[in-house]
């Protein structure tokens, strides 16, 4: 009676520190400094539903600028290639990035290559491109399934999983001041172990989903 007891409490206590652990945000230890300020970020649920940090400044009028000065987005820092991500994969999913996300913002206004007195400017960067184990299942916190889980990490078995960090910012050209800024998580597919290579089939729906909400944005989101 004592040791079920016990299984029970621990897959309690293993299950609250699962949900707990998983962000579907970027924290601020995760800020990379590619914004000057990360201040007024406020989490909102985006049209393709998914969660972002999101700041608009309160006189932001859309209605006030004809175009926009479309800056393509970099990695930030620059990455180096692993064995789980390689450079091919590096470059696949920067490429798709620029492509679908210079498509969605074009849909909203004009691109132009020089700024006017009512242009707006858009930079982003992706700040991660990260593989990392899965957490401990529930039942694993019992002492013994413990060792199992050890030597599945150890060896390569344990499934991974994969995200995308994206920070962006809208500046008026005018002032050179942002008007809006965007710091960004996404979950891209699962690997299947730390051999698996990712490629951009993995973060995939992660870029589609930004380049959604990048045309489908409205102020009174949250």
Known sequence: MRTQTFFKAAALVGMLALAGCASKTTTKEQYSGFLKDYSGLKEITTPSGK?????????????NYTNVVYNPVTYYPVPKPTTQVGQKALS?????????????????KPLVTTAGPHSLIFRGAITAVDSSKEGLQFYEVIPIAMVVAGTEAATGHRTMNTDLYFEGEVIDAATNKPVIKVVRKGEGKDLSNS??????????????????????FELNQH
């Open 51 to 63: 969660t972002e940090l999101r700041w608009i400044s309160p006189d932001y009028n859309p209605n």
């Open 92 to 108: 696949d999913i920067l490429t798709y990035t620029n492509t679908q996300l210079k498509k969605a913002i074009s849909e909203r």
């Open 195 to 216: 051999d698996s290579q990712l490629t951009l089939d993995t973060l995939k729906q992660v870029i589609d989903d930004m380049a959604i909400d990048a045309v489908k």
